[in-house]
Nanobody
Framework: QVQLVESGGGLVQAGGSLRLSCSAS????????MGWFRQAPGKEREFVAA????????EYADSMKGRFTISRDNDKITVYLQMNSLKIEDTAVYYC?????????????????WGQGTQVTVSS
């Protein structure tokens, strides 16, 4: 089992940047596919990005491509989400998640462990 704690959220102006971190505890972090999801008020949770075990492959939702970058440091048992050129519509609670399945996962139902989330608010 793995416990996940997100940090780095906050208030930022449109066009700005934030870097989210997700620190893990527990065994075998390097064996999990890691992902980021977000949920805006009144909307369903949506996929943001995912990264495989050895950082050789990543996947992004179309609206995040070119603006967001997911990375991980298995030695530090941490996964990151660098968010640039933020838009008001990026406002949401951001969650990191870990999946025991192989291959990049883009559906929330395929993730087994979740953090509590960190709020990102983008203002005009």
């Amino acid at each position: 089992q793995v416990q996940l704690v997100e940090s780095g959220g906050g208030l930022v102006q449109a066009g700005g940047s934030l870097r989210l971190s997700c620190s893990a505890s527990g065994r075998a972090f390097s064996t999990y596919i890691m992902g980021w999801f977000r949920q805006a008020p009144g909307k369903e949770r949506e996929f943001v990005a995912a990264i495989n075990r050895i950082s050789s492959n990543t996947e992004y939702a179309d609206s995040m491509k070119g603006r967001f970058t997911i990375s991980r440091d298995n030695d530090k048992i941490t996964v990151y989400l660098q968010m640039n050129s933020l838009k008001i519509e990026d406002t949401a609670v951001y969650y990191c998640a870990a999946s025991k399945f192989s291959g990049l996962q883009i559906e929330s139902k395929t993730y087994h462990y979740w953090g509590q989330g960190t709020q990102v608010t983008v203002s005009s």
